[in-house]
T-cell receptor, first 114, second 114 residues
Framework: DADVTQTPRNRITKTGKRIMLECSQTKGHDRMYWYRQDPGLGLQLIYYSFDVKDINKGEISDGYSVSRQAQAKFSLSLESAIPNQTALYFC?????????????FGPGTRLTVL | GDSVTQMEGPVTLSEEAFLTINCTYTATGYPSLFWYVQYPGEGLQLLLKATKADDKGSNKGFEATYRKETTSFHLEKGSVQVSDSAVYFCALSRGSGNTGKLIFGQGTTLQVKP
C-alpha cells in the first residue's frame, strides 16, 4: 500500500464550486505539505503543517484553505474554484527526526476548473 | 530569497548517452540539496540528496555533487536508458530546524530515445 494517498486522483468541476482534496499518510510523519504544479513552473507551496495545531501559509495560499484533522490527514479546500486553479496538486510528508527534510509525495490530484 | 534554477528542457538523448542536467541555487548558509524525479502520471520521488558541501549523492546510476563554491548541484548519469525518461526537479531545503520547506526549480524534461 502507498504511504501517501490522495483522493480524488482526477476531478473536473465548475467555476464557483467548493472542492476538497484529501491526503492521508501512514508514514507517521509530523509534517504535511500541499503543493501546486503548473507546467514550466515547478512546484509551489500552498500550505504546510507541522502538527495538528500548527498550520502555516505558503507562497500561494490565496483562494485555498486547509484542515489538519489528525496527524495522518491533511485536506485542501478551494472555497470557490476558479479556472486558474486548474493544476496538478501534490501532498507531501516529512519527518523532523532525521535532521534533513526529505519529503515523500503522494501521486497527485489533477484538478480542472471549467 | 532562496531560489533554484535548472537548465531549460526538454533534453533529448539517445540510449546510452551521457546526461548532465545543470542546477544552481541561491541561498544563504548551508541548505540541503535534492534531486526528485517524476515519471509520467506519478508523483515525485526522491532520487538523491546531499546535506553538506562536497557531499556526493548517488542512486540508480545518477550522481550529483554539492559544490558550495559554484553553488551548483548538477545531475549526471553515464549511460541513460529509455526508462529514465521523466521530469527531474532540483530542490533545496534549509532542513528540519527551519520550516523544512522545499524550494523547487522549474523541472527539466528528459526524453531518451532507443
Amino acid at each position: 500500500d502507498a504511504d501517501v494517498t490522495q483522493t480524488p486522483r482526477n476531478r473536473i468541476t465548475k467555476t464557483g464550486k467548493r472542492i476538497m482534496l484529501e491526503c492521508s499518510q501512514t508514514k507517521g510523519h509530523d509534517r504535511m505539505y500541499w503543493y501546486r504544479q503548473d507546467p514550466g513552473l515547478g512546484l509551489q507551496l500552498i500550505y504546510y503543517s507541522f502538527d495538528v495545531k500548527d498550520i502555516n501559509k505558503g507562497e500561494i495560499s490565496d483562494g485555498y484553505s486547509v484542515s489538519r484533522q489528525a496527524q495522518a490527514k491533511f485536506s485542501l479546500s478551494l472555497e470557490s474554484a476558479i479556472p486558474n486553479q486548474t493544476a496538478l496538486y501534490f501532498c507531501a510528508t516529512s519527518d523532523t527526526g532525521h535532521g534533513t527534510d526529505t519529503q515523500y509525495f503522494g501521486p497527485g490530484t489533477r484538478l480542472t476548473v471549467l | 530569497g532562496d531560489s533554484v534554477t535548472q537548465m531549460e528542457g526538454p533534453v533529448t538523448l539517445s540510449e546510452e548517452a551521457f546526461l548532465t542536467i545543470n542546477c544552481t541555487y541561491t541561498a544563504t548558509g548551508y541548505p540541503s540539496l535534492f534531486w526528485y524525479v517524476q515519471y509520467p502520471g506519478e508523483g515525485l520521488q526522491l532520487l538523491l540528496k546531499a546535506t553538506k558541501a562536497d557531499d556526493k549523492g548517488s542512486n540508480k546510476g545518477f550522481e550529483a555533487t554539492y559544490r558550495k563554491e559554484t553553488t551548483s548541484f548538477h545531475l549526471e548519469k553515464g549511460s541513460v536508458q529509455v526508462s529514465d525518461s521523466a521530469v527531474y526537479f532540483c530542490a533545496l531545503s534549509r532542513g528540519s530546524g527551519n520550516t523544512g520547506k522545499l524550494i523547487f526549480g522549474q523541472g527539466t524534461t528528459l526524453q531518451v530515445k532507443p
